[in-house]
T-cell receptor, first 112, second 116 residues
């Protein structure tokens, strides 16, 4: 079955860049997603990347995909305290975000 | 943006009782809703897919008689944990699939269930 792994914790200083990593095992993944979960709130879709892309940038967020190594990363530039949250990567083999398989989540703590 | 609510946000119940959790899409219609379970320091595990007007599809290993799902309208799905036991204590999260907003899943804030 699908296996999506992330490190559990990451701490960075405010203003630095954060890099959250994710590895997956299913080479037939079509879409890869990054979600953000703040306390008491639902998962919020941050960005996604199609498997035939290497990189996607959206303002402070940069997603890098190494399909050969099955490695996905999310870089947050100029990290702010409001970025403190749990970040989940997820993969899907279907269009339209059906059947999402989630990683364990990485808790990002931003130190002022 | 699209909003999904869950009620209650927290519930504590005695072992052997049943608990109902509601998931509502507030400003869009969702023909498909998903129910996930999240253990501490673990990923969200899909329990079942709920389609309006039809029976839910359960993932392997999920007891359908234990976790009753009803999707009676385009904006409401309910999950009932029947005869709850302490091992059912978990964080339950629903999501609703919008068929037109890039077909994105919108997640509820979750329900923390504690069974004593």
């Amino acid at each position: 079955g699908e296996d999506v792994e992330q490190s559990l914790f990451l701490s960075v200083r405010e203003g630095d860049s954060s890099v959250i990593n994710c590895t997956y095992t299913d080479s037939s993944s079509t879409y890869l997603y990054w979600y953000k979960q703040e306390p008491g709130a639902g998962l919020q879709l941050l960005t996604y990347i199609f498997s035939n892309m290497d990189m996607k940038q959206d303002q402070r967020l940069t997603v890098l995909l190494n399909k050969k190594d099955k490695h996905l990363s999310l870089r947050i530039a100029d990290t702010q305290t409001g970025d403190s949250a749990i970040y989940f990567c997820a993969e899907s083999m279907e269009t339209g975000a059906n059947n999402l398989f989630f990683g364990t989540g990485t808790r990002l703590t931003v130190i002022p | 943006g699209a909003v999904v609510s869950q009620h209650p946000s927290r519930v504590i119940c005695k072992s052997g009782t049943s608990v109902k959790i509601e998931c509502r899409s507030l400003d869009f219609q969702a023909t498909t809703m998903f129910w996930y379970r999240q253990f501490p320091k673990q990923s969200l595990m899909l329990m079942a897919t709920s389609n309006e007007g039809s029976k839910a599809t359960y993932e392997q290993g999920v007891e359908k008689d234990k976790f009753l799902i009803n999707h009676a309208s385009l904006t409401l799905s309910t999950l009932t944990v029947t005869s709850a036991h302490p091992e059912d204590s978990s964080f339950y999260i629903c999501s609703a699939l919008s068929g037109y907003l890039d077909n994105e899943q919108f997640f509820g804030p979750g329900t923390r269930l504690t069974v004593l």
